[in-house]
Every structure is written in structure tokens, then in C-alpha cells.
């Protein structure tokens, strides 16, 4: 069995091939996808070359852990039925090719504990699951929600959908670039020099700005807690004695786990959630070297999908 993947060979060597796949044991299942998200974070690093390094990291590699697509077979003991519409967080089914994170492929074959069934409802919206999974680990983890969101791209708008969702009061979102100011929905975007308050008790930072700390203990309150919900390549520091003075605490939050990924569907199928306005580029899988530099290089870009649909 074959598929047709992104391989990323080195920095900035893309490509789409054609791979041959894993057999299928008995508790997986084939899924055939439809729509793949690419991740302005960590896959804009890989494409990069600026990733660190990790266990398991190297090239080539498929990456892509936003997947959304149908059960073409199901193994004997998987507990899953063919033609069930799946979310599938990326997949090692690839051989000698690295999976990292593997999902960014026409076919992939997977435990069938990791095909998540989702609504016919959500239909190309279900790619954004896993990031609305890490904001929503990054609010379970901290001791209030945010009453001030750092960037307004798709991450800092989940941040603030799930706020609101959860019946917290609308946080301020701040962002300098004008392009991105746009969209709000309930909450207010705002650009730094308009923004004159400095009792935040909860900032939430999405912006991968590894100098950004300073700023951010200047806008805090006493007592108040900064989460770090971006990915910092650079180390990141900050002057003490500001912190100091406002015992301010610092968390980072981490990555999403199961029971985040089903509260997020949870609310996206009862409507509590909204996905809607996030996906602003879509391009065929056959174009996915353009797809990947309009992604990471075109500021009007908030999330580019690939269409596999005609890419078995």
C-alpha cells in the first residue's frame, strides 16, 4: 500500500511522493484523508531547519499532525466502521521516513485509538482540533483564564473563543500587525500603544517572542501569571527585580492531551465553540510547496489547508 506525502528532505526541500506505508495490523485502521492543516509553529521550524532537537527528530520526515479524513479499512479488532469521518494527529507509518508528526500525507494507517470520530458537521473545520486543544490545555493548567491574550492569529482566537465559552469575561487580544486586527468575536483587539493597562492578572502568550518577558511582567499584575502557549527557539529571559516586585509567576504550557482534544470536539459539535474564520487558504496537495511558503510567509495567511481529496 502506497501514499502520497510531504516530505520535507532538508530546510526549505519540500516535496510531495509518493511512499509506501506500513501494513495495517489488527487494531488499525486506514484512513484516507481529506484535508491536512500546516502549523505556522512547529512545521514553520522544521521547514526552517530552526527546530531543536528532540528524540526522533531528523530528515527526511512527513509533518502534519492536523488531519481530518474517512475509515477506508478497519482491522478485525480496532472497534471502528469503514466511512466514519476521523481527526488523526499525525501518524508513523512511513518506513524509514520519520513521521514528525506524520499526518500531512493522502493515506495513513494508525491505531484506531488515534482516529478520532468527529460530526459530518465540522467537515474541513476539524483540522483546527489540535490547536484548539493546546489553548485549551493552556487555560486548564493555569489558575484563570486570559484577561489578556498576546497575538491574534489562530491560537490567540481560540484562546479567546474558549474564555468566552467558558463564561469568563472577554479577554483584550493585542496585536501590531493591522492585517491581523481583524475578526474578533466578542473581545476586543487591540495594538500595544493603545493599550495603556498594567493590572493584567492573567497574559496568555502565543506570539513566540522569546524577548517578549519584559513587556509582559510590565503589564502585571501583583500576583499575576504569565503563560507561555507559543513555541521560543531562542532562550528566553527577563530582568528580575520587576518580576520580583510583582511576584509575578511564570508557567509554560505544554502539549495537549486526550482528554483536551475531546472537551474542544465536545464543544465544537455542540456549537459552544466556534471554528468558523480560522481557515482562511486552501490549495491542492499537488501544490503544497507553494502552500507551505504562502503559510509561512504571507501575513493575510491565519491557516492554509491542503485539499487530498484527489491525492490517493
Excluded at 512545521?43 to 531543536?52: D, F, K, N, T, V
Excluded at 500576583?223 to 529571559?237: C, K, R, T, W
Aim: hydrophobic share 40%; glycine share 10%.
Amino acid at each position: 500500500m502506497e501514499t502520497m506525502a510531504v516530505v520535507l528532505q532538508g530546510p526549505e526541500q519540500l516535496a510531495v511522493s509518493r511512499l509506501d506505508l506500513s501494513p495495517p495490523g489488527r487494531d488499525d485502521v486506514v484512513v484516507d484523508v481529506e484535508w491536512s492543516g500546516i502549523s505556522t509553529g512547529t512545521e514553520r521550524l522544521l521547514w526552517s531547519g530552526r527546530m531543536p532537537t528532540f528524540p526522533g527528530m531528523g530528515y527526511p520526515l512527513v509533518p502534519g499532525y492536523e488531519s481530518v479524513g474517512r475509515i477506508a479499512s478497519a482491522g478485525p479488532d480496532s472497534g471502528r466502521r469503514v466511512g466514519e469521518k476521523v481527526f488523526v494527529p499525525g501518524a508513523r507509518c512511513f518506513g524509514t521516513v520519520r513521521g514528525l508528526f506524520g499526518g500531512a500525507a493522502s493515506r495513513l494507517v494508525v491505531p484506531s485509538a488515534k482516529a478520532l470520530p468527529i460530526s459530518e458537521s465540522l467537515e474541513e473545520r476539524g483540522v483546527l482540533l489540535a490547536l484548539a486543544a493546546t489553548a485549551a490545555h493552556a487555560i486548564s493548567g493555569g489558575v484563570r483564564s486570559p484577561d489578556l491574550v498576546i497575538g491574534h492569529g489562530v491560537l490567540g482566537r481560540l484562546l479567546a473563543r474558549l474564555a468566552i465559552a467558558s463564561g469568563d469575561p472577554p479577554p483584550t487580544v493585542r496585536e501590531t500587525n493591522p492585517d491581523r486586527a481583524a475578526g474578533a468575536r466578542g473581545y476586543r483587539v487591540v495594538d500595544p500603544s493603545a493599550d495603556p493597562r498594567r493590572d493584567y492578572r492573567a497574559i496568555y502568550d502565543v506570539s513566540g517572542d522569546s524577548s517578549i518577558l519584559d513587556t509582559l511582567v510590565g503589564r502585571l499584575a501583583p500576583g499575576g501569571e504569565i503563560v507561555l502557549a507559543g513555541f521560543y527557539v531562542d532562550p528566553l529571559a527577563f530582568a528580575f527585580a520587576p518580576a520580583f516586585m510583582r511576584e509575578a509567576r511564570i508557567r509554560i504550557a505544554a502539549q495537549w492531551q486526550e482528554a483536551d482534544l475531546l472537551d474542544v470536539k465536545q464543544l465544537a459539535e455542540s456549537g459552544q465553540l466556534s471554528l468558523d474564520g480560522l481557515i482562511t487558504h486552501r490549495q491542492a496537495s499537488s501544490d503544497a510547496p507553494a502552500a507551505y511558503r504562502t503559510a509561512f510567509t504571507d501575513p493575510a495567511c491565519l491557516k492554509m489547508i491542503l485539499d487530498w481529496r484527489n491525492g490517493t
